[in-house]
């Protein structure tokens, strides 16, 4: 799969940090094979693309699921951190300033969609008005089938379908 997203890499993309939340098996939408596969082409890219990557991990609901960390264990641009309620924003600056990740642009993904995803996001949005977040679609879940439309209109947010829509229409072009 690398290959693919080798081909795919955008010259004027820049730097990312892509935020995974919460994709622990505690969690029963994390354990959806779409959700699970969507991640992990999005941790696939990053790691081509040489991304910062903040796995947020809710504190005591167990560590992220296995196939997600080993898509990522011998990555060098990886923090792993716990947070303690929905909205780990703080966590994902704070891991950023640590590893020098950047702070303009977020690729976010994970579950619950509906809570620590919107929050995380929402948290990033108001400390950081300037950054870019784009929350990946197909790399999130929710255990109560959110809807995308209920999700407030943030001015530094976008919605991408998936990872591979990433890629700028120049290079999908050439």
Known sequence: MSEVF???VP???GDATVVVVDMQP???????FETLFGVIRLLEHARVMGWGI????????????ERIMDAVWSY????????PMWDGSTEVLGACAEAGFSRERFVACGVNT??????????????????????????CNCET???????????????????????????LAA
Not at 26 to 32: H, I, L, N, T, V
Not at 54 to 65: H, M, S
């Open 6 to 8: 080798a081909a795919l």
């Open 11 to 13: 010259e004027a993309a």
């Open 26 to 32: 505690a969690f029963p939408s994390s354990q959806k």
């Open 54 to 65: 903040v796995i947020l991990e809710f504190a005591g609901r167990g560590r992220t699921d």
């Open 76 to 83: 060098e641009r990886l923090r792993v951190v716990k947070k």
């Open 114 to 139: 509906h809570e620590c995803v919107l929050d995380t996001v929402s948290g990033l949005s108001a400390a950081l008005p300037e950054c870019h977040i784009d929350v990946v679609q197909d790399a």
């Open 145 to 171: 089938g959110f809807g995308w439309l209920s999700f407030p209109k943030l001015p530094n947010l976008a919605f991408v379908p998936c990872a591979l829509e990433l890629a700028s229409p120049a290079v």
